[in-house]
């Protein structure tokens, strides 16, 4: 059973930033593409940033781009969302989730919501 626990969340004003923490119970990144996806009150979720493990390949909504990256450490069992520039339309629980890698796109994973497992969210909250 894959197990993702997101953290780094919290409270931030406009303009500042966050890095959002998705750990996995046990070696997953290499075999998983991952992305992170949020959900605002009375909105949908929505893919904000994926990446594929075969390539290394990105994508980013974009209301997103140019202010948030994603990345992994070097142990390959931590993915991070770097959130810069951050505005309150921002705000919404973050979550992680992952879909084995090479059975879709990572524009289609997030774009289309794609995803196997999610971990259970950590809430950004982006208010003066």
């Known amino acids: 059973q894959l197990q993702l626990v997101e953290s780094g969340g919290g409270l931030v004003q406009p303009g500042g930033s966050l890095r959002l923490s998705c750990a996995a119970s046990?070696?997953?990144?290499?075999?998983?593409?991952i992305g992170w996806f949020r959900q605002a009150p009375g909105k949908e979720r929505e893919g904000v940033s994926c990446l594929s493990a075969r390539d290394g390949g990105t994508y980013y909504t974009d209301s997103v781009k140019g202010r948030f990256t994603i990345s992994r450490d070097n142990a390959q069992n931590t993915v991070y969302l770097q959130m810069n520039s951050l505005k309150s339309e921002d705000t919404a629980v973050y979550y992680c989730?992952?879909?084995?890698?090479?059975?879709?796109?990572?524009?289609?994973?997030?774009?289309?919501?794609?995803?196997?497992?999610w971990g259970q969210g950590t809430q950004v909250t982006v208010s003066s």
């Open positions: 989730g992952v879909v084995g890698t090479g059975i879709t796109s990572v524009q289609a994973m997030c774009s289309r919501g794609i995803v196997g497992a």
């Open positions: 046990r070696f997953a990144y290499d075999s998983y593409d």
